[in-house]
């Protein structure tokens, strides 16, 4: 089996990601059964972390470990990368020794240099550019509580970096719409927006909203914003999601939030509170879907 990479959504088909949807949704009943799995024994991952994390990790973590395998994690300052030594040596390295590496760091370029001299699979722990493996969560949620999102109208409001990128080549890949609320001057990157005609921006929160079956926010200020949070507390005002905003929205929309969140911020106090909200499953499905992805990269599809 040749060795496929997970940097972004666009790396694989549409197939083999709804393949994984249904695999996590697998891996997700075969949690609350209690069922032991253990296919991934004698396999090692890797996981760089340069930036915090709490959900990318523990489902790495908590999902080899219930697979079979061990992982080793490294932090900034664990390996000697902290150090300056290069990518392409490392790459080398760690493919001599492990099975497969996840890598947060917010340089994208960085995660391809490390798949390109990889022999190993490589996977995007959320870079500045794309977080892939939240989609693949995210996408499982929606399914699991609405059936298939294809066709459906996704509302991001916020800021055009990461999360909001990787909307947009999920719009492209799964065919629904997309329409994004943001501050002039924080749209997405221009060539991402113009890979699909999916996605639109358009002039308000509440114009994003309207027909909406999903409503997605992030923070203002996201890990490689430091310093700026004051200014964007200002310049993100008038995209707070909020109750009175969901209700703009289709009668039976979901709202999801990537997380970690700022109450009072990006969202409203109690926003978490009402029913709409489903946030903490979908923190949930980031075990389930990483479990399923992990597998389709270390064993291939195994139904
Ligand atoms: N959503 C997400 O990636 O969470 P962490 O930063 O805690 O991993």
């Not at 490390?114 to 996977?123: E, G």
């Not at 066709?151 to 990787?166: E, Q």
């Not at 430091?226 to 979901?254: H, I, P, S, T, W």
Request: proline content about 3%; glycine content about 8%.
């Amino acid at each position: 089996m040749s060795k496929q990479d997970f940097l972004s959504l666009l790396d694989f088909s549409v197939e083999d990601l709804d393949y994984l949807i249904k695999r996590g949704q697998r891996f997700r009943t075969m949690h609350a059964e209690g069922q032991i799995y253990r296919p991934l024994v004698g396999k090692t991952g890797a996981l760089i972390l340069q930036m915090n994390s709490t959900r990318t990790r523990v489902a790495f973590e908590a999902g080899f470990a219930q697979m079979g395998g061990h992982t080793i994690f490294l932090g900034n300052h664990d390996s000697q990368l902290g150090r300056g030594e290069p990518i392409p040596d490392f790459a080398k390295v760690i493919s001599e020794m492990v099975d497969v590496v996840m890598i947060r760091t917010l340089n994208q370029e960085d995660i391809e240099s490390l798949a390109h001299h990889a022999s190993i699979p490589v996977v995007n722990a959320m870079s500045s550019l794309l977080h892939p493996c939240q989609l693949l969560a995210d996408i499982q949620t929606f399914e699991e509580m609405r059936g298939s999102i294809s066709g459906s109208t996704v509302a991001f409001i916020g800021d055009g970096y990461n999360m909001c990128h990787s909307y947009i080549n999920a719009a492209r890949q799964w065919g629904f719409k997309l329409k994004i609320a943001c501050p002039k001057g924080y749209e997405p990157n221009a060539d991402i927006l113009a890979s699909t005609n999916n996605a639109q921006i358009v002039d308000s929160a509440q114009d994003a909203v309207t027909d909406a079956d999903l409503v997605i926010t992030d923070v203002w200020s996201s890990m490689g914003h430091e310093g700026q949070e004051g200014d964007r507390r200002c310049v993100f005002g008038n995209y707070q999601v909020n109750e009175a905003l969901l209700d703009k929205a289709n009668k039976d929309v979901l709202f999801m939030h990537c997380l970690p969140a700022h109450r009072g911020e990006e969202i409203s106090e109690t926003l978490f509170d009402d029913p709409r909200s489903v946030v903490w499953v979908e923190a949930g499905n980031r075990l389930h879907s990483q479990k399923a992805l992990l597998e389709f990269l270390l064993l291939g599809r195994v139904e």
